[in-house]
C-alpha cells in the first residue's frame, strides 16, 4: 500500500499543531519520524490513525481519497498504530485481550484464540504466554501482543509512537528485527515515531523531521547526525558577548553527585555555578537533565557525593517538636507510674495500680498522637529548606506540577508568599496580586483561574509568583510552546534577575536559546553529562554530536 | 439439631439470600461496564413496593373481571418493578454519561429520594395480605438426598434467580459481548480503539443491572417477607454494594457472598437460641465481623501464599478464581476524542 498525506494541516485553537505537511510513503521501507515535544509529530500520526481528522488536507491510500472516521476504521483499512502505552486491557489475560472485538461470532473461542496468538507470536519472533494476564507482562511484552493484534487485523502501515522506551535492550533488539523483516520481505510500511537519534539511525530508510509543526525535510540514511540535529532544532546562532565567572561567589557546587531516579540514574557529576552566572543544559528529552535540577532542588535525594548550596548542604530538619513529642509520652508513662507506686501505693483516685496503669498509657498514646501531628506539621522537607535559603524550582508541567488548577492567581499568590499568616490577609494579597499582574504583563484579573490563562499567561504567572530575592532559580523548559515575543520577554526578566546575583540552571530543547542565554552548557546523553563548554566557544555542530552521545 | 433441621435451615437461607443475589448479579454487571448505581437501596425499595402494589391491585381487578389466580399479578409485579429499577439506573447512566456528573453523588442522592417515595407512595398498602410467587417444587430432582430439599424444593423465584446469575456468568466469561464488557469498564480507551461504542454498552448494561436489581427487591416483597411495611427491605441494597467488591466483580462469587451473608444471619439466629443469657446485639453484630474478616483476607497478601502452596495443575485456575480486579474505569466518564 501506498500512503500520500497532502497538505496536512490541524489547527487547535489558534495554535497550528501541523501545518501543511506532505509526505509520500512507501511499501517496504522503514520511516523515522524525528522531532522534539510539540513538533507535531503525534499529532500527525493521530491523524494518520483516525483518532483525529485534520482541519484541512487529504489523506490518499494508493491514490484514492481517505478520510477515518475512527481508529479501528483506520485500522480496517489497513492503518494500525502502536502506542507508547498500547491500548490493551490490563485486567485480562493475553488471549481474550487478543479476541476482544476481533470478531463477530458469540462464543468466545479461547482455545484457538490461543493457538492464532502462539503462532503469530513464532512467526516474528514473540514469545507471549496466552493465558498470562495482561498486567503481568512487561511494557515490551505488551507492545508484542499488540503488534500481534494489529498484524493479524491486517494492518499494511505501522506506527510506533517512542515503542523503546522502557523497553529492555533485548525486547528492542527482537523489536527492530520484526520490524525490518515486515518492512523488507512482507513489503509492509513501517514509521517509526522518535525523538532518539541513534534508534532512527539504527533502523530507518528514511527520516522526516518535524519542527513546530512544519515538515523541515526528509533525508535518506545514512544521513550525518549533525545534519539531523540542525533540522530537528533549527540552525541559525546570533551569539551575545559570554562573560566568564571566575571570581564572584559561589552558589551552588556539587561535588561527585550520583542520582537515582526511577528509569534514570546521572553519575559522578561536578559542577560550580556563580552568582549571576547562566548555565544551560542541552540533551534530548529524558537524559539526565531534569533529574540534576530535582536533585539540585532537593526533590531527589543524592545517594553519593556532595550538593552545596552557598556552601551548605540542602537538607530538611526536624522542628524543635520533634524531640519533644517523641519523649513526652514515654516520661509522661514512666512518672505518672512511678507516682502511683511511690505516693499512693497503687491507689489513686479509687483507681488500683492496673487501671491507674492503663489510663497513663491512654494518655500517653494520645500525647504520642498529638506528637506526631504536629511533628508532621512542622517538619521541613529538604525542597521547603532549598526554597527557604533562596533557591525555586519552575518545572516544565505547567498545570501538572506547576499550577493547581482551579485556583485563581490571587489564591496561588497567598500560597507562594515567603511568609504565612494563619489567617490570609486577601486585601494584601490582592494588592499584590495586581501589582505582580502589571509587572509581569499577564493577561487576566486576580480572580481568573490558571486554568483559564493561555500556556504564554501561565509561564508570566509562574515567574510572577517566584519571590524577590533569590539566590539560584532552576528552570525546566522556561519558553516551551511561547511565541518570539514572550520568550524575549521572559528571558529580559532573568536577565534582570540574573543583574541582581541570582544563579540559573535551565533546559531546553532549542539550541539557539541556549546558546544565546547560557554563559556556560552541560550537554547530557543517557544520564551522562559532558564536559561543560563555554557557550561563546561552541556551535550547534558541536552540541548535536554530544546530544547525539559522540565526545569530540 | 438433626440433619433434617440443618438441610431446612440450609434451605431457607437460598431462599432468604434471592434478592440480595439479584441485587449483587444487578450491580455487579453495571461496574463491570464502568458505572457505579449507588441508588441500588433506594432502588431495591421503591421497587418492592410497586412489585406488590401492582400485583396486589391487578389481582383486585383480575377478580373482578372474573379471573382467579396469581400467575399473571405476580408476573406484572415483577415486571413494574423490573421497570422502576431500570428506570433509576438509566437516571444514573444519564446524569454520568450525558450531563457528566459524579456517579456517586447522584447514586447517593437517588437512593435517599426513592427510599423516601416508597414509604410516601406505599403508606396506604402496609401490612396488608397480598398475592406471592407460587411454591413450586420441581418433581423427581426434589426427591435427591440433600441437594434436593436445599435447591429444588422451593418457588419459581428462586429457581430464576440461580439461573440469571448462570446467565451472567455465562454471558459475562464465555461470550464476547461479555468480554466486551469487561473491556469497557477496564480501558474504555482501548475498547473505543477497537470500535466498540462505550457509551451505549454502559447504558445497556446499566439497564438491565438496574431491571435485575429491581426484580431482587419484588423477590422481597413478593417471595420473602410478603407485603409491604416502613423500610421494607432493611438496607439490603448497601450490603449488596459491599458485595459486589467482596464478590471481586464476578457473579458466581457475589451469589456466594450473598449466600455467605445470608448464612451469618442463620447462624446468629441458632447461636441465639443456644446462648439465650448472651446479648442479641453480639450476636447480630457477628456477620459484619465475619464480612470483615473475610474483606480483608481477600485484600490480603495470604490469598497469594493460598495460591503458592496449591498443587501445580490447578495453580492456574485457582489464582484465576481467586483474582480480584476492580473494574479500572469504575466511576470514570468516558468521552470519545
Redo the contacts between chains.
Sequence with gaps: MRVELQDIQKIFDQVRANDGISLVLEPGRIYGLLGENGAGKSTLMKILSGYQQPTNGTIRLDGQDTSFS????ALCRGIGMLYQDP??????PAV?NY???Y??????DLKSGAEHLRAYGQRFGFAIDP?A?IDTLTLGERQQAELIRLLSLGAEVLILDEPTTGISAEQKEVLFNTMRHLAHDEQKIIILVSHKLEEVQQLCDEVVVLRQGKLMGTRSMPSPTSELVRLMFGGEIARAQKQLFESGRCVLKMEHVTVRSEDLTIQDISLTIREGEVLGLAGLEGSGQQVLLQACAGLLPSSAGKILLDDATVKGKHSGFYWIARLAPGVFAIVIVWLLIRLFGGHIAGLDFAGGAAISLLISGLIWLIGTILVAWTDQSPYHAFQQRGGAYVPAGRLEEGLIPGLTISEHMALAAPTHTFVVDWEQIRSQTVDRIQRYNIVGQPETLVDGLSGGNQQRAMIAFLNQPLRLLLLEHPTRGLDVTSTNWIWELFQERRREGTAIIFTSADLDELLEQSDRIAVFSGGVMSRILNAGETSVDELGHLIGGQEL | MNDAQIIKIMASIIAQSAPLMLAVTGETITERGGVINLSLDGTMLLSAMTGFVVALQSSLMLQGMGIEGNTLPVLFGFMAAALVGMFAALLVAWGSIKLRQDQVAIGFVLTLLLANMANFLGQNYTSIPGPSVKYMPIPLLKDLPIVGPIFFNHNLAIYLTLLVVGVVWWWTY????G??L??VG??P????????KVNRLRYIYTAIGGALVGIGGATYSLSIKIGWSDNHILGIGWIALAIVIFGGWHPIRGAFGAILYGATKALATELQKTFPEVPVVLFNSLQWFLMLGVLLLAGSKGLQQLVDVAPKPIQ?SLARSL?V?A??ALGKVFTED
Design positions: 475512527s481508529p479501528s476504521d491500548l490493551d486491557f490490563p485486567a485480562l481474550e479476541q476482544l472485538a470478531q463477530d461470532n458469540l462464543l468466545l493465558h494476564y | 464465555k461470550t464476547q459481548p468480554l466486551q469487561r473491556g477496564d480501558r480507551e482501548s475498547a473505543f480503539a477497537r470500535g466498540i492456574r483474582r480486579a473494574p479500572q
